[in-house]
């Protein structure tokens, strides 16, 4: 039994985090300190470290401290950047979400910031735990997103396979699932467009892998990187088929962008790539800013395939790792949530890692902390990307 946080919204968490954002690295350390002094893991700490405006970066907060697993934020200025913290604290009134905000220029400086932000965060903690209305919560509420990262010679083999039927479960029980990565689908456009729910998706579907080309070409650099040669992978195209996989086999309904909710029910596409020329660099630095982007488009959890190995969780929604090589798993056992390697080693089928997956999802939805979570994981990265075409206008020309 699932019981989720009902937020005003109708949406319903499965976390009740309460956020401390910090809006410019100048804030970075007193944000911490606080989240630090409070010593509480419904507290968690987020950021973005821009001076300059950015419609990106503003969507993506908008959407991350309205999240459905948030109750409520502080957020941290030092008074002279240009976010528009105003505006963000209205959105969080207006979604009902508790919110206060701390700007050290006002409050006197670090040490005295500190203590007004832990004052703050003490009592939007408790003004979130007062309004959270725990209401059941089915599967079909759920919506699920899917990276993969350290990928070596037995993802497309193992783990991603396996994440892929499992969303075929999930979207059958009328679940929300995300894929994204369209750098790495790139020579999957094809059969991903046949799957397509209408040809209008098809052909922003190809039109997405396209752009994703474009901009890695632009760029000098595609995501094949050194470590997925030294675990096996032959090519990028032996990437993407293996990435490729975790989107399982059901119609893909359309795509969305960083920030945008999907519409209803089914499988998603998210579009990572920018339009347009590239402006600030590579589209996402590390797994973190995909997860991020995950989570604002709604994932109450992500899917973290990965044969190499990683680490990282996330703040805000919970991360499960499905380890595709046996070895790692042999090794890194404590941060991995699912052994898909069993898979390789006859142990285990396809269809069985998947039931286990889907399984596991409902537990961790209804409370049980992932491994990343037991560790005290909650990695956040958010920096300067367009969101539109003609890209943040408040930058020198």
Do not use: W
Not at 157 to 184: H, K, Q, S, Y
Not at 248 to 272: K, N, W
Request: glycine fraction near 12%; charged fraction near 20%; hydrophobic fraction near 40%.
């Amino acid at each position: 039994m699932i019981n989720g946080y009902l937020r005003p919204d109708g949406r319903k968490g499965i976390r009740d985090a309460v956020l401390v954002v910090y809006l410019v690295e100048c804030a970075h350390h007193v944000a911490r300190r606080m989240v630090d002094a409070v010593d509480d893991p419904q507290v968690q700490l987020i950021g973005f470290p821009g001076c300059y405006p950015n419609d990106y970066a503003l969507a993506m907060m908008k959407a991350l401290t309205t999240h459905p697993n948030v109750g409520g934020a502080v957020l941290v200025s030092l008074g002279c950047e240009s976010f528009n913290r105003e505006a963000l604290a209205r959105n969080l009134t207006q979604q009902g979400r508790p919110v206060e905000t701390v700007v050290i220029q006002q409050a006197g400086g670090t040490a005295a910031a500190i203590r007004a932000g832990v004052e703050a965060t003490l009592r939007v903690l408790g003004s979130a735990k007062g309004r959270a209305q725990r209401v059941p919560m089915a599967l079909s509420e759920l919506v699920v997103g899917t990276i993969c990262g350290g990928s070596d010679g037995t993802s497309g083999i193992t783990a991603n396979p396996a994440v892929g039927r499992a969303f075929d479960a999930l979207v059958d029980a009328g679940a929300t699932c995300i894929f994204e990565e369209t750098g790495e689908m790139i020579g999957c456009e094809g059969h991903m467009a046949q799957r397509a729910a209408s040809p209008d998706v098809a052909s922003a579907l190809e039109e997405s892998v396209h752009q994703a080309e474009r901009y890695y070409r632009a760029m000098g650099y595609g995501s094949f990187a050194p470590g997925n040669a030294e675990g096996g992978l032959s090519s990028q195209e032996e990437k993407s088929a293996g990435a490729y996989a975790k989107s399982g086999s059901r119609a893909i309904s359309g795509i969305i962008r960083p920030a945008e909710a999907p519409p209803g029910p089914g499988l998603y596409l998210l579009d990572v790539v920018p339009p347009g020329e590239p402006k600030f660099g590579f589209p996402n630095i590390v797994d973190n800013a995909e997860i991020g982007e995950l989570i604002a488009c709604g994932a109450h959890l992500t899917l973290f395939t990965t044969g190499r190995g990683s680490v990282v969780g996330s703040a805000i929604s919970p991360v499960i790792k499905v380890c595709a090589n046996p070895e790692t798993y042999a090794r890194m056992r404590d941060d991995m949530d699912v052994d898909a390697g069993r898979i390789l080693t006859g142990e285990a089928s396809l269809d069985e890692v998947a039931a286990e997956i889907v399984t596991l999802i409902g537990e961790v939805a209804a409370g049980a902390p992932t491994r990343s979570e037991a560790l005290g994981h909650c990695e956040f990265i958010l920096t300067y990307k367009a969101s539109a075409p003609a890209g943040p206008a408040c930058l020198p020309a």
